[in-house]
């Protein structure tokens, strides 16, 4: 299941006057501003506009487009009900993002594709959202066939169609395949997946290294064996903050870090969680980067020891360069109230793409 447009529909279900308009969710908000798209609304897609994006060149490519902060107490808050939606329907569910998971339906009584109309109407009703669902024999085969007929769309991908639905699609389209391969793969001529599984695996290991050419060897060929992890407690929660111009000033800095630790205490408070461990990461403007690390004597949700604990992380980082980025990670998580939170499913710190 993976919500379409997540960030953006969120905004326009709260801001109805945006329906059927190019909205753009990234950073502060503001396109002149330094920043990336996290999500463009299906309208926005049409010029061009997509995530990862700089927000300066969404505005050039779209200059009607709404530009909207991105508000993540809000959309984790939607996230969970999401998750508690589809943890219902099974427990056998894998967290994989704010905006995504992964369910194990082979044991449900239902045939599958009641269970998916099942999935796009609780989540409807209970959100007011749209996702995409895709049924497949596996992971791999899931994910892709829920990207196939975005938004509001439901696939299904058997190995059969692996052929006529997967080879057609870029290198790219196949999960693993990032830019840098996808580069390599196509300065040796593949160009799509079906160009890959047409290699043998002795040719793909040779080129690519034993393990991960055995891996494009099977999934380009739909083959994929990992299990559904269902690890409900997410590892970490985290913001950051990369500056618009680099910052010189010390208290500029701690500001910035101060406000990003409320959104993350906030965060914990929402999903029910206690942290151990405070994490403050500063980027240099030559992109020199360090983190410092504080571990609390017991797990807490307070704002104010986990501020504390956050300045005596910056306090031990000497700012002699111009900041670009500041970062805040609370890590050893605990569910708050034991076995409450534990069965609730939390949203992580992944970027809604
Ligand atoms: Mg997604």
Same mark, same amino acid.
């Given at each position: 299941m993976d919500m379409d447009a997540f960030f953006a529909s969120v905004e326009i279900l709260r801001r109805p006057e945006l329906k059927g308009k190019p909205v753009v969710i990234g950073g502060t908000g503001d396109p002149n501003r330094r920043g990336v798209v996290s999500t463009a609304s299906y309208e926005a897609r049409k010029f061009g506009v997509h995530s990862a994006m700089p927000l300066r060149t969404a505005l050039k490519l779209c200059p009607a487009c709404v530009f909207l902060p991105v508000d993540y107490n809000e959309y984790s808050r939607i996230s969970m009900k999401i998750k508690k939606i589809l943890f219902e329907i099974s427990? !056998?569910? #894998?967290?994989?993002g704010i905006d995504e998971a992964y369910l194990d339906i082979s044991a449900l009584p239902e045939p599958p594709e009641e269970t998916a109309r099942l999935i796009k109407e609780r989540v409807f009703r209970g959100t007011g959202l749209t996702c995409s669902v895709g049924i497949a024999p596996n992971k791999l085969l899931a994910k892709m066939a829920s990207d196939l007929q975005k938004p509001d769309g439901l696939t299904f991908i058997g190995f059969e169609d692996v052929e006529k639905l997967i080879w057609p699609m870029g290198v790219r389209k196949l999960h693993g395949v990032g830019p840098k391969t996808e580069i390599y793969l196509k300065e040796a001529g593949l160009n799509t997946i079906g160009d890959i599984a047409a290699k043998s695996l002795e040719w793909l290991q040779e080129q690519l290294g034993k393990s991960y050419g055995q891996y494009l060897f099977e999934a380009s060929r739909g083959i994929h064996e990992s299990p559904i992890i269902t690890e409900w407690n997410p590892k970490s929660i985290s913001r950051e903050e990369t500056f618009e111009l680099d910052v010189a000033d010390w208290q500029q800095v701690a500001r910035s870090l101060a406000s990003l630790m409320r959104d993350v205490a906030g965060s914990m408070r929402e999903s029910g969680y206690e942290a151990k461990t405070v994490t403050v990461k500063i980027r240099f403007e030559d992109f020199d980067t360090l983190t410092r690390a504080r571990t609390l004597p017991a797990e807490t949700d307070e704002l104010d020891i986990l501020r504390k604990a956050a300045f005596e992380c910056l306090g031990?980082? #000497? !700012?002699?360069k111009r900041v670009r980025l500041v970062g805040v990670r609370v890590m050893g998580l605990k569910p708050k109230n034991g076995a409450e939170g534990k069965q609730m499913p939390s949203p992580c710190s992944k970027d809604a793409r």
């Open positions: 427990p !056998l569910m #894998e967290d994989v031990r980082i #000497e !700012l002699k």
